[in-house]
């Protein structure tokens, strides 16, 4: 996988609602809630050009029901991938452009990491500025390393989840 980091594409936005749009229309009663995360719902943020999707279902298992369905949007279907009880989804192959990491209702630890993690970002331009700059540095340096990639992130993104998270609670 190529790794590029970019200047913020205000596309994305109309990206994400496109998918959107086609997710709803397949999962209909059993998606609960679905949310753009991820670099690319943050304006002004050096993303790598992949729409991040963060889809809350009623049962997680369920979801495997609609495998063929996702497949035919173009997905690729990989299961829990790493982390117990998510499904996760990618489109593009080696050019990734979207990515999706569904959760089931009750597993608030996962969606609030992710959902804390994006409205700290906007709330906090100097913190999302450091965090892209960050990025693109380490694209530079590992174009065609996503492992040296992430692991450089890694420090940085479990620093600022932390944060973010107490952030959340503050201002309920």
Do not use: C
């Given at each position: ?8 594409n ?54 495997d ?81 996503i ?26």
């Amino acid at each position: 996988m190529n790794i590029t980091v970019v200047e913020h594409n205000p596309n994305w936005k109309y990206e994400y609602l496109n998918e959107e749009y086609s997710i709803k229309e397949m999962l209909q009663k059993e998606l609960v809630n679905i949310f753009h995360i991820g670099s690319t719902s943050i304006q002004n943020l050096k993303a790598k050009p992949i729409i991040d999707i963060l889809l809350v279902v009623n049962d997680i298992r369920r979801l495997d029901n609609y495998s063929d369905q996702f497949e035919k949007l173009g997905y690729e279907v990989m299961g829990e991938f790493g982390i117990k009880r998510r499904r996760y989804y990618r489109k593009g192959g080696d050019n990734r452009t979207h990515q999706i990491h569904a959760f089931q209702y009750d597993n608030i630890q996962e969606i609030e990491r992710h959902l804390s993690f994006r409205d700290y970002l906007r709330q906090n331009q100097m913190i999302s500025n450091e965090y892209g700059a960050l990025k693109a540095e380490l694209a530079h340096r590992f174009p065609n390393d996503i492992e040296g990639y992430s692991d450089g992130k890694d420090a940085f993104v479990k620093r600022i989840e932390k944060e973010a998270l107490k952030w959340h609670w503050l201002n309920r």
